[in-house]
């Protein structure tokens, strides 16, 4: 429960209100648990107890296993892992996907890479409609403004128009953009008329006086194009689409701009409208991704370590684990998903509620290692103790969650199928790679050559 509740608990130090709030409500939720499993259920089955039928059945469940019969042959399967030959194997395999994974998750994306809404499917009738505009119309709702600040009253200061003219001239030279509006441009045709329509003059008249009856008349039928004191007024750049690859280049190209242009007296700052915001969210979203991804793993090292007492264990533990979160990322290419608002708290999710697996397996194996018993007897015991509820948690998790799969919501279905993954995928690493892992490190005849400490320690 505590490696859930720290799970969350990294997601607080991301910078997004969203999933600070996500972070407490669930925090608050794994509180709750520690509540209700640990004092309420045994003070209901004092009350409600366990009828003979089921005791006898469990009996005889367990009678059954010990056997190999029923469940029993799945054990006596898992049991296997727990010899050289299979051990070696399920290492080997499970380093070729970690490998082959980890090359497939270099090319994950940060932010949307669908068009339209990304809170519904491509297909939506929305999406098909925006769709539509986009390619017929130079209108989209994805607009990216770079606000551009003075000293009130130089908003149509002749070099600062001529900046930001050049401003949206390198933003019109991107594919992903249809059109710019600034006050820059609107100068223009007032220019032209003033001078009898003569196409000579369409453009920003260096002399002051015309241009600053040009900007009082464009101010006056657009006040969105500047602010009541001429000190702020944004350039805005009409996209295509809000893609991660887009957002990106519209951000360097701005950055760079403002990098080389922008003075004490006249400043271009990144940046608002509705992409300029999902520019902005995925920057701090690349940001956190890796930080928080370590202090999660972090945190679940320290609590595994204060378990187990023990380095080994916790190695045993954690790599199921990282094995898991690079296949995921990989899934998360093959997919098209990218690393959003909406799918990074499944990365913290899957590992706070991964490692449990290995706490359920781990804990038992290490209790019976500890009181004489080889590795094959102590897991074999372990995961008759335990393995149908790390099955049973797994098999439960992924049911209540691979449903989202099919919701006319976006986002909920990319959880919905991560989730799913996360959760059946660290049931089975748990249950294949910490007897083979311990082949190796938690085997006594293998941990006494290096003079560490022993298990029975």
Same mark, same amino acid.
């Given at each position: ?6 799970? +969350? ?56 296993? $010990? ?13 296997? +892992? ?74 149509? /200061? ?39 329509? &003569?196409?000579?003059?369409? $453009? ?28 702020? +007024? ?14 990106? &280049? ?30 902005? $969210? &995925?920057?701090?979203?690349? /940001? ?97 103790? $335990? ?35 996360? +959760? ?34």
């Amino acid at each position: 429960l505590l490696a859930d509740a720290v799970g +969350f608990a990294v997601l607080m130090m991301i910078d997004i209100p969203v999933i600070k709030d996500l972070a407490l409500t669930a925090s608050i939720g794994v509180a709750v648990l520690v509540f209700t499993n640990l004092l309420l259920l045994p003070v209901l089955l004092s009350y409600v107890g366990v009828s003979p039928k089921a005791a006898f059945r469990s009996l005889r469940e367990e009678q059954e296993e $010990t056997q190999g019969k029923g469940l029993g042959s799945v054990w006596s399967f898992l049991d296997r +892992f727990t010899e050289r030959s299979w051990a070696l194997g399920a290492i080997m395999c499970a380093a070729m996907l970690a490998i082959a994974g980890f090359a497939v998750s270099l090319n994950l994306k940060i932010g949307d890479l669908d068009a339209g809404a990304p809170e519904l499917r491509p297909e939506s009738r929305y999406n098909l409609d925006n769709d539509f505009i986009t390619k017929n119309f130079a209108l989209s709702s994805d607009q990216f403004a770079v606000i551009v600040k003075t000293p009130p009253g130089d908003c149509v /200061k002749y070099e600062t128009l001529v900046e930001v003219d050049r401003l949206g001239w390198e933003l019109r030279q991107l594919p992903s953009v249809q059109a710019t509006v600034s006050l820059a441009e609107s100068v223009r045709p007032i220019v032209l008329g003033s001078y009898e329509g &003569n196409p000579k003059w369409l $453009t920003i008249a260096r002399n002051q006086q015309t241009i600053n009856f040009a900007g009082v008349r464009a101010m006056d039928s657009n006040p969105d194009l500047a602010n009541n004191e001429c000190s702020v +007024f944004p350039v805005i750049a009409y996209l295509a689409d809000h893609k991660s690859e887009t957002l990106d &280049n519209v951000v360097k190209v701005v950055s760079d701009f403002a990098a080389k242009h922008s003075e004490p007296d006249r400043q271009f700052l990144l940046a608002a409208g509705s992409s300029g915001i999902e520019a902005a $969210t &995925n920057i701090v979203v690349k /940001k956190a991704s890796h930080t928080m991804l370590y202090y999660v793993y972090a945190a679940v090292i320290v609590l595994c370590f204060i378990a187990f007492r023990n380095w080994r264990a916790v190695v045993v533990a954690i790599i199921p684990l990282m094995l898991t979160s690079i296949l995921c990322a990989a899934l998360m290419v093959l997919l098209g998903i990218g690393v959003k608002v909406a799918t990074l708290p499944v990365i913290a999710l899957g590992v706070g509620i991964g490692v449990d697996y290995s706490l359920y397996l781990l804990s038992v194996q290490l209790a019976n290692q500890r009181m004489g018993m080889s590795l094959p007897a102590a897991y074999k015991k372990a995961v008759q103790f $335990t393995g149908r509820v790390v099955a049973l948690v797994g098999f439960t998790l992924g049911a209540g969650v691979v449903t989202w799969a099919w919701s006319p919501i976006k986002f909920q279905a990319d959880m919905g199928i991560l989730l799913t993954f996360m +959760f059946i995928w660290n049931m089975l690493g748990a249950l294949v790679l910490v007897p083979a892992l311990s082949y190796f490190l938690l085997n006594p005849k293998f941990a006494a050559r290096d003079g560490s400490r022993s298990l029975s320690g």
